[in-house]
């Protein structure tokens, strides 16, 4: 379902969804057992739900497609992630509650280390403290590009900070400096059009403003920028869908994400405890509710298979909280799976289940890759999680007489 | 995923893709024993092979949909039918190595067989020797068209020829005089469009002297043209995908369908070992095979149940030759169905299995269509295949950020 037809179908209802993401959950089969990360918790709780539920597997962006954060959860919000491209530096910035303007032009920055030649040998510079980072970037404040056009930078954490350049005429279509690998010198920006080499110019004399002031601020002299974006005028889930929307995502982009789509991001702290609070509080503020859990992908980006089967059996113990809540709808889903075998996000096909007292349950028995295989939603596209959920909330119109 | 998006993720990497297709593989249930051809057959490789693959059904064209066989290839190239559709006579033209020129207009012909009443009787004309057909064929060539248009003819095997039509302003937008049946006479070209009218016109002169010479030449005392088309102008697989690909294909058909796709058509006698011999020989010059197994789909052709399980357990007697190459991905795989009792190409799903060691593997644990159908792969459309074999390679980047 398109967002035009998710626009005319959706009705308010009196219902609640709840769409609780275990963020990179997919897994591999460990070498030695066989057995994927999933398959070797122990998970009694999510494995009752997936009794209760309507299974499947998932593809977050097309077969085969490896997806980054952003398309991943725009998947499981209803929009189609090959539709609604997203710049990873609008992703940042909005991460940071920064008030992107239209024609803003944002990039993802890292500080990081060069060698005597120039060449990268750290893409992180150590990553340096959140400390160091905002000293850093209140140096690079000084830096005046005249023209009118301000550069204005905002640490995120760590090695990362967002540039935003701001003014009229700015285009999106330059290229990165960040060659997203060491060994090489960072490029120069140049622009994909004749609109933005007035940008890419821009960028270079900042970057090389910004260079002479890190010389000696090692391991973090110099730094690298990607994704330069603008904001994206998107439809918002409130007009298309009818209903509020509540992110509670503790990490910045995923908040970032969120609000693209018109969510409310909600404060909240670190743990799954945390969580679960915010939701309990805010129940009758909203009707839909994203709830992030960043561990389980953490753990893979690691390789870390027995952290991440260990996170996976964290959830299992808490997600009786989020139950107890009664929601309509409760979907236990991914963005993306990231087997600790790769230590990295991959293409394989997402865990998901979806439970309401109007599901047709399945009888897979089992929340975990191969037993939800055999569920009757199969391997299906994630974009259709959001139709789904709406129909067993009853917020979906029936279509034609 | 369409082919743009291939151009933008596909990267290059040190892998093996190897795609084995056994034409028409799919069958249906023996009425006596309840067992498709596949399920009858003894394949403890293929089963084997299973257990350690990613499991599904794949359909070629759309649901519902008989694919010819250039259809059900181009598919699993990752050419998605619909989009890239193919003449007959362009198809039959690249199999026989005949240079077609951009504004060549090309024709698939059969020899055939009418009554004295000019009604068809045999569309093949008692399938004539190869050696009658170059006869034949001698003689079409002395037919002059005049108008700067020349016709010229080239043999293919036993009845079958192309026929080419070289000159300027031709067009391809004409109607068969192949009524595709018997007990009817062969029909003139019409032009489809305005435009074809003029070529429709030349192709009708030039079968009527062809029908003058072919008069006293029984059986073969007639013939029948389909499927005019210009030379598609398609993307190639090396630019899409940035890998080298090779066709290991015996008949003419199939080695011209890859050469539209740009894969290098390799020198390989009839056999199945030739073919893997000559991927072995090759091994380094290519990163991606395309092997073609015929006999399957010429014993569904025939009704020949026995024999195409035979030709199964051939098959599955020799592959192991084939994963002893270690492909980083081995797909087995087929263009379509021809089930036996349909002695026919026919719409059904068709059997599909992709090894790698980043699969996670299903637990189907046989290769036929009713264990396939549990894999996690699901029924799926076959032009999804190459993604996931790109996927599986390390040969597609991440999306989006």
Same sequence: chains 1, 2.
Avoid at 282 to 291: L, Q, S
Wanted: proline share 5%; hydrophobic share 40%.
């Amino acid at each position: 379902m398109d967002l035009a037809l998710a626009r005319e179908l959706s009705q308010e209802a009196e219902t609640k969804i709840v769409l609780f993401v275990m963020d990179g959950l997919g897994g591999l089969p460990h070498p030695e057992t066989g057995r994927t990360e999933l398959e070797a918790a122990w998970t009694p709780h999510l494995d009752r739900l997936a009794k209760e539920s309507i299974c499947g597997l998932t593809v977050p962006v097309a077969t085969g497609v490896t997806p980054g954060s952003g398309p991943g959860h725009l998947a499981l919000f209803g929009y189609d992630p090959l539709v609604y491209n997203i710049g990873r530096g609008v992703l940042e910035a909005a991460g940071i509650d920064f008030d992107l303007q239209p024609t803003d032009v944002a990039a993802r920055g890292n500080f990081c280390t060069i060698d005597g030649d120039g060449v990268i040998t750290d893409r992180r510079a150590g990553r340096i403290s959140s400390e160091r980072c905002e000293e850093l970037v209140a140096g690079l404040r000084e830096i005046s590009l005249g023209d009118g056009v301000q550069a204005l930078v905002e640490p995120v954490r760590e090695h990362r900070f967002v540039l935003v350049l701001r003014g009229e005429a700015l285009s999106d279509e330059v290229t990165d400096t960040d060659p997203q690998k060491v060994g090489v010198k960072a490029p120069a920006s140049r622009g994909v059009t004749e609109d933005g080499e007035a940008t890419a110019a821009l960028v270079n004399k900042w970057v090389s403003e910004a260079q002479a002031y890190l010389v000696d601020k090692a391991p973090a002299n110099m730094l690298i920028l990607r994704g330069f974006a603008k904001r994206p005028d998107w439809p918002q889930m409130a007009d298309v869908f009818r209903m509020r929307p509540a992110a509670v995502a503790h990490y910045p982009m995923y908040r970032g994400l969120a609000k693209l789509v018109g969510m409310e991001a909600l404060a909240v702290g670190p743990t799954l405890e945390d969580s679960f609070a915010v939701v309990r509080e805010n129940w009758d503020r909203f009707d839909y509710f994203f709830v992030h859990y960043k561990h389980t992908d953490a753990a893979g980006e690691d390789g870390d298979y027995e952290r991440k089967m260990e996170k996976i059996e964290e959830v299992d113990a808490a997600i009786v909280t989020l139950v107890e809540m009664e929601p309509d709808v409760l979907m236990v889903a991914s963005d993306h799976s990231t087997p600790a075998a790769m230590a990295a996000h991959s293409w394989h096909t997402v865990p998901f289940m979806l439970r309401s007292k109007w599901a047709r349950a399945d009888d897979c028995g089992y929340f975990n890759e191969r037993r939800l295989a055999l569920g009757s939603l199969g391997t299906f596209p994630a974009k259709e999680a959001m139709p789904l959920a709406m129909a067993h909330a009853g917020r979906l119109r029936k279509y034609g007489a």
